[in-house]
């Protein structure tokens, strides 16, 4: 037996990957760039998937550009130019550009929101902009300052108000927030809600949303990054939680174990080794199958899917309650 496929053989697979991942690179930029990775997804009204993907240009400042797919995998047709580009004249938070960006359709206002990470002089911060054809964009600019990233909105109000998840840096360290506003403007109430543990967990000391919470029958289910300093650098992992639906501040089942991490040439290696990080996912029309979109390496885009139910399942046999509850409150 192989040590490969002895690794393997002793976790349950989630994550299904694509067969022919990479899907897309540098090499099929329109433009001369460095490297693409880190997507937001969403489908469109016509049922075509769209991505904004994270470009890195060669000066090393990063704009998003829209890919768009008549199946989600392949045959994507990418703009010709940057789609959304910083502009640190009118918005001086983007002065080093504008990064990783989640994607949440928004049914009340018929409009997506592009939540994004605005790279300014003191640090990295949360931006946010409202689009209905990813051609035109208003922009809200700065909604969490510097340190803060790692962003998505919840689809619907909860309490009459926009919740906003979210992960500062702050004196007592990178855990994941949720945020309320009841203008997309100005945001209050703000709670920790999932804590990075501490010691040799694989999420020990920095963890971070990774795409927008998934609404499933049971709640809010999320996938979140865990990263892990070795001797080698950081090591970027998955792991599951979930976050009652009517008051997501409510972590109900959180697993222990990662259930996605670095293992294929393309995750292992790149301009950043050993990430796997999405930031976008489509639901198939059977409701049940994820079609997940990931940064492999900070340096190409890659595929693959999951069963919300499975993952569920999962979480009831492997996880357990947050025990922890009594997070500030700012």
């Not at 690179?25 to 075509?48: C, E, K, R, S």
């Not at 963890?207 to 919470?213: A, D, H, N, V, Y």
Request: aromatic residues 12%; charged residues 20%.
């Amino acid at each position: 037996m192989s040590s490969t496929y002895h690794k393997r053989a002793q976790h349950e697979t989630l994550i299904h990957r694509y067969e022919k991942n990479p899907i897309l690179t540098a090499q099929d930029w329109p433009y001369a760039i460095n490297t693409v990775f880190n997507a937001a997804a969403t489908l469109l009204h016509d049922g075509t998937t769209l991505i904004l993907c994270r470009v890195e240009d060669r000066r090393g400042i990063s704009h998003l550009c829209a890919a768009r797919s008549r199946n989600g995998i392949d045959g994507w047709e990418i703009d010709h130019e940057p789609t959304f580009f910083s502009d640190p004249e009118n918005w001086p938070e983007e002065i080093w550009g504008i990064e990783d960006p989640r994607i949440t359709y928004l049914p009340e206002l018929d409009t997506y929101a592009v939540v994004y990470t605005s790279y300014s002089r003191g640090g990295p911060g949360v931006s946010l902009a409202l689009t209905k054809d990813f051609k035109t964009f208003e922009r809200y600019g700065s909604i969490m300052p510097p340190e803060d990233k790692d962003a998505a909105l919840l689809p619907h109000r909860i309490g009459g108000c926009w919740a906003l998840f979210h992960r500062p840096v702050t004196s007592i360290g990178a855990h994941i927030w949720i945020s309320y506003s009841p203008d997309l403007r100005h945001w209050g109430s703000h709670k920790m809600i999932l804590e990075a543990r501490r010691g040799a967990w694989w999420d020990a000391n920095k963890i971070g949303l990774s795409p927008p919470p998934v609404l499933t029958p049971e709640g809010w289910l999320v996938m979140y990054h865990g990263v892990r300093q070795t001797a080698s650098g950081s090591l970027y992992r998955l792991g599951l939680a979930l976050f009652d639906e009517h008051t997501p501040e409510q972590c109900l089942l959180r697993g222990n174990e990662w259930f996605f991490g670095p293992e294929e040439d393309y995750e292992l290696s790149g301009d950043v080794g050993s990430v796997v990080f999405p930031c976008g996912y489509t639901i198939a029309p059977d409701g049940d199958t994820l079609r997940l979109y990931y940064g492999a390496a900070d340096t190409c885009i890659a595929f693959a899917t999951a069963s919300i139910r499975e993952m569920l399942a999962w979480l009831h046999a492997y996880g357990h309650p947050l025990e922890k509850t009594d997070y500030p409150v700012l």
